[in-house]
């Protein structure tokens, strides 16, 4: 005999949109990943990033498309988090996600199955944002360590202008849209 259970899962309202507000809380360093002055740092109050998602076609499916990568944006600063370059594995903030392979982050399951690292992959390596006790950005190694894990939490209260609100952050770009990702362009419709 089978007993059938209807369980009513609330999710969260921004999980259909293109731009998501999350927080990023470090496990280690206890503190909220942000952008101040030009640098990626930990701060103790909570501010929201943007995960902006990038919509990529499944090999052969040219009708589905699924957002396996993203960028994250600190809206306040203006600025994406990125690696360097492929030789200097560090990771920066910049105004332009360009290469934007090294701007495109994978959310992976730590090893707890709570926490999640979030990776830049170049080549066949991954590269993951890291901290130390007092809050300072690491260099990022390949192999996987608690200084990685972050706890995301969707901030749902703003995800409702998010979209408009990254969009009116980044316009001042529009005049220089050949450096802006095509993602971006798309999402706000810069033709």
């Not at 498309?65 to 910049?94: E, G, S, W």
């Not at 993951?128 to 192999?143: D, N, Y």
């Not at 408009?164 to 999402?187: D, E, G, P, V």
Request: contains cysteine; glycine residues 4%.
């Amino acid at each position: 005999m089978f007993l059938l259970i209807s369980v009513n899962c609330s999710q969260s309202p921004c999980v259909s949109k293109p731009v998501k507000p999350n927080t990023f809380f470090n496990v280690v360093a206890h503190g909220y990943l942000a952008v101040k002055n030009g640098t990626i740092v930990i701060t103790y109050n909570k501010q929201a990033l943007y995960l902006i998602a990038v919509y990529m076609n499944p090999a052969g499916n040219r009708d589905h498309q699924t957002a396996a990568k993203f960028f994250i944006f600190d809206p306040v600063a203006r600025r994406y988090i990125c690696l360097m370059n492929k030789k200097k594995h560090r990771f920066v903030a910049k105004r332009y996600p360009k290469p934007e392979e090294l701007c495109w982050f994978l959310e992976i399951a730590a090893g707890d199955g709570v926490d999640v690292r979030y990776v830049v992959k170049v080549e066949k390596e991954e590269f993951a944002l890291r901290f130390s006790k007092k809050g300072k950005l690491m260099r990022p190694i390949s192999k996987p360590n608690r200084a990685e894990s972050f706890r995301s939490r969707p901030v749902d209260h703003e995800c409702s202008n998010a979209t408009s609100r990254f969009c009116n952050a980044t316009s001042h770009q529009k005049r220089h849209h050949h450096k802006q990702s095509l993602t971006i362009q798309k999402i706000c419709s810069w033709n």
